[in-house]
C-alpha cells in the first residue's frame, strides 16, 4: 500500500468551477502537506503548504489538512484555463517526503 | 535572482556516452536535491547535498554520480546509462538545510538514452 494515495484523475470541470482535489496518506510522522502545481514538460512549483492540521488560504487556492483522518484538500475557486496542470500533493516529516501520483486537471473555456 | 536554472533543457546521449547535468542557484539556499521524473509519475528523490555535503543517496546506481562544487552549484555525471534512465531530471533548492516543505525547482533537464 502508498503511503500517498491521489486519484489521478483526469478531472475536467468549466471554467468558473469550484475544484477540489484530494490525497490521503497512512504515514502518521507526517507534519508538513504540499501542493505542486506542474504544467507539461515543466518543472513542479511550490503552491501553498500547511503545517500540521487546518486551513491555510492563498487567493483562489485554499489548502485544507485533517490530521485526524489523515486526509488534506486543495480548492480551487473560479477555476480558469490557466489552472490546467497536475497537481501533486506531498507530504513530509520524520525525515522523509512522498509525493502523491498526481491529478491531472483540465479547465475548460 | 529568484529562480533554480538547469541545463541542457534536452540531452539524448547513447548508452557509452558522458555527460553532466548542470543546477545551479542563486538564492543562498543550502541544500540542493536531484530527483527523477517518468511520465505520469511524481518526482523520485536521488540526492541531497545539504552544505555541500552529501546527505542522502536513495540508493542509485552508480552510474549516477552527483557533484556540489560550491553552495550554487549542483551537477550530477551520467556514465553508461540505459534506455530505462530516460527520465525530465529535476533539480530543487531550499533555503536551510534539507526541508521538503518549501523547495523550488528548477524546469529540468529532459534525457533520452538511446
Known amino acids: 500500500q502508498k503511503e500517498v494515495e491521489q486519484d489521478p484523475g483526469p478531472l475536467s470541470v468549466p471554467e468558473g468551477a469550484i475544484v477540489s482535489l484530494n490525497c490521503t496518506y497512512s504515514?502518521?510522522?507526517?507534519?508538513?502537506f504540499m501542493w505542486y502545481r506542474q504544467y507539461s514538460r515543466k518543472g513542479p512549483e511550490l503552491l501553498m503548504y500547511t503545517y500540521s492540521s487546518g486551513n491555510k488560504e492563498d487567493g483562489r487556492f485554499t489548502a485544507q489538512v485533517d490530521k485526524s483522518s489523515k486526509y488534506i484538500s486543495l480548492f480551487i475557486r473560479d477555476s480558469q484555463p490557466s489552472d490546467s496542470a497536475t497537481y501533486l500533493c506531498?507530504?513530509?516529516?520524520?525525515?522523509?517526503?512522498?509525493f502523491g501520483d498526481g491529478t491531472t486537471l483540465t479547465v475548460k473555456p | 535572482d529568484t529562480e533554480v536554472t538547469q541545463t541542457p533543457k534536452h540531452l539524448v546521449m547513447g548508452m557509452t556516452n558522458k555527460k553532466s547535468l548542470k543546477c545551479e542557484q542563486h538564492?543562498?539556499?543550502?541544500?540542493m536535491y536531484w530527483y527523477k521524473q517518468k511520465a505520469k509519475k511524481p518526482p523520485e528523490l536521488m540526492f541531497v547535498?545539504?552544505?555541500?555535503?552529501?546527505?542522502i543517496n536513495e540508493s542509485v546506481p552508480s552510474r549516477f554520480s552527483p557533484e556540489c562544487p560550491n553552495s550554487s552549484l549542483l551537477n550530477l555525471h551520467l556514465h553508461a546509462l540505459q534506455p530505462e534512465d530516460s527520465a525530465l531530471y529535476l533539480c530543487?533548492?531550499?533555503?536551510?538545510?534539507?526541508?521538503?516543505?518549501?523547495?523550488?525547482f528548477g524546469p529540468g533537464t529532459r534525457l533520452t538514452v538511446l
Open positions: 547535498y545539504s552544505y555541500e555535503k552529501l546527505s
Open positions: 538564492m543562498g539556499h543550502r541544500a
Open positions: 504515514n502518521s510522522a507526517f507534519q508538513y
Open positions: 506531498a507530504m513530509s516529516g520524520g525525515g522523509k517526503s512522498t
Open positions: 530543487a533548492s531550499s533555503q536551510t538545510g534539507v526541508s521538503y516543505n518549501e523547495q523550488f
